[in-house]
Structure formats: structure tokens, C-alpha cells
């Protein structure tokens, strides 16, 4: 029983080290379902710009097919959760860049009552003039019972020569939404900033 006990967490510890290896530039391969439905997701991650992305269905009627793209950058880790609370599961895919500043965006899908999928637009921080202020990447992301955070150091933005961090963060929460023509968006429902002032 012990013996067995070591070979599941040594396939644990193994599986984890293969999803999560991205940042080394190795392949990322994983299946993740939630019951009998979900996605496998494989990259190759072998170049730091762009890099090829295969998204399977993996339970979907037969319509569904695989999705094949590029991503700026590695993808770094995926999740599967019920993003719009309709019952069918979603996948978001983390694709980190190695630039001199280290950024992580979304790249997500969601299911269509298991027959085909659509995106799901992720904002570019960039283009939000109050959430900007003070950012250089470092984005960590965590993802619970369908709301998304992000958190990212501040730096002090105000001598560019001689940016520095401020010991500061700021976190901000999303939610998938309906936008204006139907389509799926993650928008931000609260920021704030924390830390020592």
C-alpha cells in the first residue's frame, strides 16, 4: 500500500513538472476535464516569441473541432472551471513572455454546450489608463470558482531611467461578461492596491 502510495505522488510530482515547465522552454502537454468533459492542451514552447498551440475537445459532440493557433510567447499553465455559469467547461490558458519584462495574458475558450466553442477577450491592461500606472509584468494569476485575480508588483514609474519597485501591489479581479454584441469578455469588477506604503 505504501509502495503504492510513493508511485502516485512520484506520477503526481512528475505530471506537475511536465505542465509546469513551460518556463524552461519544454513542452507543455496536459488533459484536463471536468467529468467526462474537457480539453487537451500541447504546445511546444520551444521558441520565446511565438509558438504553436493545439487546444482538443476531449467529450464535445463531433462538430467540435481541434483549435490550432500561435501564441505570443510560452504557455505557462492552463485551468479548466465553469467561467459563465452555464454548466459547460471553459479553459484558460496562461502564455508568459520572456521579455525583459516578464508578462502573462489569457488566452481562453468557452464551451458551447459541448458542440463547438468561442473566445473569450482578455483586456490588455495596457489599454486601461488607471490600472497601467506603476506596472511592469510579474503577473501572477489565480482562478477560483470562476473569477479570475491578477497580481503584479508596483514601480515607481516616475524616473524611467531608474524604475524601482515600490513594495506595493495591485490585484484586480475579473469576471466573464456579455459584451455589447454577445461576445464573451473578462472584465475588471475590483482593483485595489496593498502592501507597505
Known sequence: MMMYVRAALVSLTVIFLMSDSSAQGKRFDTTMKIGRVGYRVYSNNKNDELNNLTVSPIGFEKEAREINTQVKGRVNRAEVDDLNNDGFPDLVM???????????????????????????????????????IGYQGNDQFSLME????????????TDTANIVPTGMFRQVQYRVMSGDRGELKFK??????????
Do not use: C, H, W
Not at 475588471?188 to 506604503?197: A, C, E, I, L, M
Open 94 to 132: 496562461y502564455i508568459t513572455n520572456a521579455g525583459a519584462k516578464v508578462k502573462t495574458t489569457i488566452f481562453a475558450i468557452t464551451s458551447e454546450k459541448n458542440q463547438g466553442y468561442a473566445p473569450i477577450f482578455f483586456p490588455d491592461i495596457y489599454d486601461d489608463q488607471k490600472l497601467r
Open 188 to 197: 475588471v469588477t475590483r482593483s485595489y492596491d496593498y502592501g507597505k506604503q
Open 146 to 157: 470562476g473569477m479570475l485575480t491578477r497580481r503584479f508588483p508596483l514601480y515607481n514609474m
